[in-house]
């Protein structure tokens, strides 16, 4: 079965939208070779956790639950009493790294603090994985980084739940777990190093080389790639996205604009390029009517070429842009 997109004047409700998705690709139809994606309309603390469960896959061992803190001022990033139940279920600790942007999480005790701000030292321990420095993890595609710099307490898990917020983005176009595994897991000097696709470091003068955008997003991917690989092969990780407060605007901006498409849903998968890839294909697929408005969001996407990353992700081998969709309400 080929990769499912949907472009019959769906979305219009969205439990026509399930009731599609269940008939066109039910767990007994499976093709064993595309990779699964799961998904719940549900957006609340059991809608998670049900969707994580689905996969099939438990979280052991000491967990990182990769998350954004969100840059204060911003309201639309994973809110804690929406991912409390999923991450005192894994026993996970919330884990990010510094920015490489001057903001209120550049450093670690800013970071900190932002993060107790918002509630995070709420439900679970916080960890600032490059507030001790960083190590360098191999890549598999040298076309623009030769290396990906991850904070060295990412030594300390043996799992991660990469739990992104899927949404625009100024510079990628989209966020979702493809970025939030590639910038979110660099360090400070690694999201330099990943913006300027390979040039440099240097988190004064890496602003100055972020021209190249194809460049840019080859980065992100090989990035992620590394990180997958990191977890043992990608069998000790897994991946979801939460579709809702879609803005155009990443929860690195702490004055995102408004939503103008409503929320649809929260999406899981082992496979990243084929979640990320299910998850634009419903932000395409919606028809736009008053008070639900895709437009701006995929004009962001399309001016930054952002659907690059998932046809790059998927030629370097990292995934399948091609899946199975399960309704699983």
Request: hydrophobic residues 40%.
């Amino acid at each position: 079965m080929r990769r499912i997109k949907y472009v019959l004047g769906l979305i219009v409700a969205l439990p026509l939208f399930a009731s599609c998705v269940n008939k066109s690709a039910s767990v007994q139809e499976a093709e064993p070779s595309l990779p699964q994606v799961y998904m719940t309309t549900d957006i609340s603390p059991e809608g998670l956790v049900r969707v994580y469960e689905a996969l099939g896959v438990e979280a052991t061992g000491r967990v990182a639950v990769k998350i954004s803190t969100g840059e204060p001022g911003g309201k639309n990033f994973l809110q804690p009493a929406l991912i409390k139940d999923l991450v005192q279920q894994v026993n996970g600790t919330i884990v990010e790294c510094n920015t490489a942007y001057k903001g209120r999480r550049n450093t670690t005790e800013a970071h900190l603090e932002a993060a107790r701000e918002h509630g995070f030292f709420d439900i679970a321990h916080v960890d600032i994985m490059d507030a001790e420095g960083d190590f360098v993890i191999p890549v598999q595609d040298t076309t623009h980084i030769k290396y990906n710099r991850v904070g060295t307490h990412l030594k300390n898990y043996d799992f991660m739940i990469n739990l992104a917020h899927f949404k625009g983005h100024a510079m990628g176009g989209f966020g979702g777990v493809l970025k939030n595994q590639s910038i979110g897991v660099a360090s400070s000097a690694g999201k330099a190093y990943i913006h300027s696709a390979g040039y440099t470091e240097d988190l004064n003068e890496f602003w100055n080389h972020v021209g190249d955008q194809i460049g840019f997003l080859e980065s992100m991917a090989a990035a992620a790639q590394s990180v997958h690989e990191y977890f043992d092969g990608g069998k000790k990780i897994l991946y979801i996205n939460v579709m809702n407060n879609l803005s155009v605007d990443c929860d690195c901006d702490a004055h995102p604009d408004a939503p103008l498409l409503k929320d649809i849903g929260i999406l899981a998968s082992t496979d990243p390029v084929a979640l990320d890839q299910a998850c634009l294909d419903l932000v395409f697929a919606v028809e736009p009517t008053e008070g639900n408005d895709n437009q701006p969001l995929l004009e962001r996407i399309k001016s930054r070429h952002g659907t690059h990353i998932v046809d790059y992700a998927e030629k370097i081998g990292l995934g399948s842009k091609k899946y199975e969709l399960h309704n699983i309400d």
